[in-house]
């Protein structure tokens, strides 16, 4: 298996613009995790899905983001408008079940200017 | 709620000597437990993780963790440390008792091998 993809691995956007980071995880994992990578806040969980179904959002910072993941091989985290704020490292990472560990991609390197 | 506390943000260590990183959490039930690594500009690799049985766990490239239920510690040690083990270092949780399923990470601990 090729692991887990995340595209772009670079996004440099303007502010006010849409952005949509892609994630592709490993077949067979029932659970997806979107991470933001940041120095002031570490590694914070934004969202996470079991069996393509929304978990727990409570991470997501506010309504500018959303994420969706219409099945089980795909998964796309939004946001729009973009702010600079938002800029960080953004990471993917499945888990075939609750009783192994999560699996990262390489991340989506975002910068809003 | 969980929650992981790394004590030190950065730890400097001259090659060869040992070196302990430091983890708690916080969680009155049963945990998961994950030490991960990262390198610049790239995503998280797992190194070792405690599910359960001995609570001494070994993992990749020499690091070795011991996991103590009473201090609620999993601190990552290696004897010996090179140059090339320098990067930065997450302790994650998990609670799968409680259909809780997602993995919290500390903060990290960045570790400056010296010369």
């Known amino acids: 298996d090729a692991g887990v993809i995340q595209s772009p691995r670079h996004e440099v956007t303007e502010m006010g613009q849409e952005v949509t980071l892609r994630c592709k995880p490993i077949?067979?994992?029932?659970?997806l995790f979107w991470y933001r990578q940041t120095m002031m806040r570490g590694l914070e969980l934004l969202i996470y899905?079991?069996?393509?179904?929304?978990?727990?959002d409570s991470g997501m910072p506010e309504d500018r983001f959303s994420a969706k993941m219409p099945n089980a091989s795909f998964s796309t985290l939004k946001i729009q408008p973009s702010e600079p704020r938002d800029s960080a490292v953004y990471f993917c990472a499945s888990r075939k079940d609750s009783h192994t560990e999560a699996f990262f991609g390489q991340g989506t390197r975002l910068t809003v200017v | 709620a969980q929650s992981v506390t790394q004590l030190d943000s950065q730890v400097p260590v001259f090659e060869e000597a040992p070196v302990e990183l430091r983890c708690n959490y916080s969680s009155s039930v049963s945990v998961y437990l994950f030490w991960y690594v990262q390198y610049p500009n790239q995503g998280l690799q797992l190194l070792l993780k405690?599910?359960?049985?001995?609570?001494l766990v070994k993992g990749i490239n020499g690091f070795e963790a011991e996991f103590n239920k009473s201090q609620t510690s999993f601190h990552l040690r290696k004897p010996s440390v090179h140059i090339s083990d320098t990067a930065e270092y997450f302790c994650a949780v998990s609670r799968p008792m409680n259909r809780d399923d997602k993995i919290i990470f500390g903060k990290g601990t960045r570790l400056h091998i010296l010369p």
């Open positions: 405690y599910l359960s049985g001995s609570t």
């Open positions: 077949s067979g994992h029932d659970y």
């Open positions: 899905f079991n069996n393509n179904v929304p978990i727990d």
